[in-house]
């Protein structure tokens, strides 16, 4: 007579041959595929907030951010090199510039398995954004401390999608008054196309 043990484990091999020979992969818990470099692209992102009282965006139709993911895990991992922005309009109709910096560290991105999302960090004072209705103008995001913005993920899509994150900021006197806080908005595409289980 077969002992009960046996029987198990018969059956734990069956069911493994079973997935073999059905081409099935089992993967780990994390982001795959590991240990591969990323880019990230978006045809639209748009930062906003209020100033002077006003209500005040900047849209760019060009967005880049690469990233390499982990061996195993969910990260984080460092953006590098920083996010680059372009074709950036105001809602006035002006030229902006948005700079990524690491001066005070590096941009990160973590993936997060439920809900399935994806965490980025703006290190302090990571992100500038000038425009030229407003000269001298200087807006600064994440400006005291780092800010964390997270997405939503698809994995079916690979595209991130930020929703209205808030992201704290703050202007220099040009400015005028500036809300504490603003948002950002955006979809993210990856390529190849990462997977968070």
């Known amino acids: 007579m077969i002992s009960r043990t046996a029987k198990l484990a018969a059956t734990v091999t069956g ?16 982001v795959s ?29 060009s967005s880049t951010i690469k990233f390499t993911t982990p061996s195993s ?12 922005f372009s074709g950036c309009k105001d809602n006035f109709g002006g030229t902006a510039t948005i700079t990524a910096n690491h001066t005070n560290g590096s941009w990160t991105l973590l993936a997060i398995a439920s809900p399935t ?5 703006i290190p302090k004072a990571g992100v500038t954004v000038t425009t ?25 899509t690979g595209k991130a999608t930020f929703t209205s994150a808030s992201v704290p900021f703050s202007g220099n006197a ?6 504490p806080t603003g948002t950002a908005t955006g979809v993210y595409t990856t390529s190849p196309t990462v997977t968070i289980t």
């Open 15 to 30: 069911a493994g041959a079973l997935v073999a020979m059905m081409g099935g992969t089992a993967y780990a818990a994390g």
């Open 33 to 61: 595929p590991a240990n591969t470099a990323i880019t990230a692209t978006s045809s639209s992102v748009k930062f906003a907030g209020t100033l002077s009282g006003l209500s005040f965006s900047v849209t760019c139709t």
């Open 73 to 84: 895990g969910y990260g984080p991992v460092n953006i590098s090199p920083d996010p680059t």
């Open 117 to 121: 999302s994806v965490k980025i960090t």
């Open 132 to 156: 030229s209705t407003l000269p001298g103008c200087v807006v600064t995001g994440a400006p005291t401390a780092a800010a964390p913005i997270t997405a939503s993920y698809s994995n079916a």
């Open 174 to 179: 040009a400015c005028g008054t500036i809300s």
